[in-house]
């Protein structure tokens, strides 16, 4: 069974926190730090991004918003999606392209960076081909 993890990106601070403990009380999500030294309330300001239970080639683990870079396709970098269509899944999508997360090989995946801090990776350069 997959994981329940968490990351939140703090728009005010435009940084990007690891969640321990979440907890969610009426229309407020309070999370805390592994050292339980700082408090996120989850409003506009902050968003929350989901782990797949997936990790890429070098273990890193791909949570939800991150840009992957998918070898064999080059100069082309996607972004995790949920897609609640259907079953629903994760997915990686690239403009109007998607792929199946879980049906990669994780050996040809590489986190990059993620849209709320690198958003210009999901840009098409000149030699890309989107």
């Not at 009380?25 to 929350?48: A, K, P, Q, S």
């Not at 991150?66 to 259907?86: M, S, T």
């Amino acid at each position: 069974m997959r994981e329940n993890k968490f990351k939140v990106f703090d728009k005010i601070t435009n940084e990007i926190y690891q969640v321990s403990e979440l907890e969610l009380e009426g229309t407020h999500h309070y999370c805390y730090n592994e050292e339980l030294e700082y408090l996120h309330v989850i409003t506009d300001n902050c968003i929350l991004m989901q782990y797949t239970g997936l990790k890429d080639k070098n273990g890193v683990e791909i949570y939800e918003g991150d840009i992957i870079k998918l070898y064999g396709l080059p100069n082309a970098h996607f972004q995790v999606v949920f897609k609640n269509q259907y079953m629903g899944g994760w997915i990686l999508m690239h403009k109007k392209n998607e792929v199946s997360l879980g049906a990669l090989d994780k050996n040809k995946l590489k986190v990059v960076g993620n849209i709320y801090e690198n958003p210009e990776l999901l840009e098409c350069n000149k030699d890309a081909k989107c």
